[in-house]
């Protein structure tokens, strides 16, 4: 009976209460996101970062839905990547050197972390410049500077090349628009590649966006970008009524080629995938897996026994019962930056639902800028229907050093079903 009550739950944006259920994971993904920033500073050790980044996320998500019988917790785990990390990284006590990590002045550091309400998931990535040495007088120094508006601009050029044409405008610019295809992948690719460019910078290869479902963070739909050899392509266009986990990596090296760091890979996630594992260890593993995170990322320190854990993963990802995440950084060991936002497409445009803050371009020292004509245009395109009221989210954000107050395009989320 429980399972037939749950199939005759409608789980798009359709019911207002999926919207509301990813809208109150943002808010705790957000909270965490400008807590978390503010403890990444000189000589901070990145898994201490982690450990806490976490432990807030858990007390944030433990105050809403009280006595509900829905599934709640940790969308995506804390994870710090320092300067030429790519993937998210979070490293284990019991790994004395990569416990022993610690930031440095004016590294350039990736925060990710989210929070999941009955399977919604809301997932965030920002990229800071670690405040001292050159960066003292607040203002970003010029080669990061390049790197992290080239990353800001070229996400903002994606959200826009991920609506769906004759979305937004007058009736006659719908009208013309919908009968547009909407850009293949290699064109956003190349559209891409000429804004990154603009500042000296490249595409981080086979960066990808992925459709998000309940309880699934990597759909039937993908936007890869700048593809890499063996990665394979994208597939599908976004459409309304989807939520999207949008990311932007970039590189300062000198083509965005990437490779695989020897460290040992934490992050991990159960995939669709059965079998009947033949280790005590293992089915104890994938025993606590499926009870505490479901099919959402997660860090083997955030097993009841860490060592036990690295033992019991083995056999899980062996049979692909486990998909482990390797570390992945820039081939050149260039500094590079990512952006990750959750967005949903409504009728009205983008709800950017989880969202890293927008920059304060008064701290960014660059004589480098966008001069193609279509780009910027593009760029002038609004991303949501104007509503005529005030963001929710506005109010709340307090940007922490190297960030700035949200910028105009967060006024999205009132008239979004």
Known sequence: MAEEADKAVDYTLNNPDTLTKYKTAAQISHKVLETVTSWCVEGERILTICERGDKLLAEEVGKVYKGKK????????????????????????????????????????????????????TIVCDTIIVPGG????????????????????????????????????????KAKAASEKPPSQDK??????????????????????????????????????????????GEGTPEVGEVWG???GVSLGKDGKVKTLDNRPTLHRRTATTYTLKRPSSRQTLSEIVK???????????????????????????TNVVRQYEVIADKDGAPVARLFTTIAITKNGIV?????????????????????????????RPTAKSTGTKSKNKKKKKKPAKKAAAGEEEEEDSDDE
């Open 352 to 380: 950017r639902l989880s969202a890293p803050p927008s920059p304060d371009l008064s701290q960014y020292q660059t004589n480098k800028k966008i001069e193609d004509e279509e780009i910027l245009k593009m760029l002038e």
């Open 134 to 173: 050159d960066n003292k007088e607040d203002k970003i120094p010029r080669r990061e500077a390049d790197l992290l508006l080239a990353t800001y601009n070229a996400n903002e050029l994606l959200l826009r090349l991920m609506m769906p044409p004759g979305l937004l405008g007058s009736d006659e610019e």
């Open 292 to 318: 505490k995170f479901g099919t959402f990322p997660f860090s083997l320190r955030q097993l009841d026994d860490e060592r036990a854990g690295k033992i019991g993963i083995v056999e899980c990802v062996r």
């Open 246 to 248: 949008v990311e932007m």
């Open 70 to 121: 829905i599934s709640k917790g940790i969308g995506h785990p804390t994870t710090v990547s320092p300067s030429s990390f790519v993937t998210p990284y979070t490293p284990l006590s019991s790994d004395p050197a990569d416990a022993a990590m610690e930031l440095k002045a004016d590294e350039v550091v990736k925060i990710q972390l989210g929070a999941q309400i009955d399977g919604f998931g």
């Open 188 to 233: 956003i690719t190349r559209l891409l590649d000429k804004v990154v460019k603009s500042y000296d910078c490249r595409l981080v290869e086979s960066t990808t966006s992925w459709l998000f479902d309940r309880n699934e963070i990597e759909g039937k739909k993908k936007i890869v970008l700048a593809p890499g050899e063996g990665s394979g392509r």
